[in-house]
């Protein structure tokens, strides 16, 4: 269930899994080896996660993949 408000510049635990591509448990693996962090407030039952955060694990992911399809190129 989606909260009724939500903070701005934050998204859930299940924006965040649509917006990467991925399922809520893999939001949660992601927040428990740190490559994303819980926005200050929210709890582990409602996660909110900065769109900062996931615009930066976004990008990351990204180079790691343009970095590894260079190398299976060579």
Known sequence: MEPQIIRPGHLTAHQTATALGISLAGVRQL???GHLTRASGSTPRQTWITVAD???YEAHRAARRAGSALVNAA
């Open 31 to 33: 927040v428990r080896r």
């Open 54 to 56: 996931v615009q930066a």
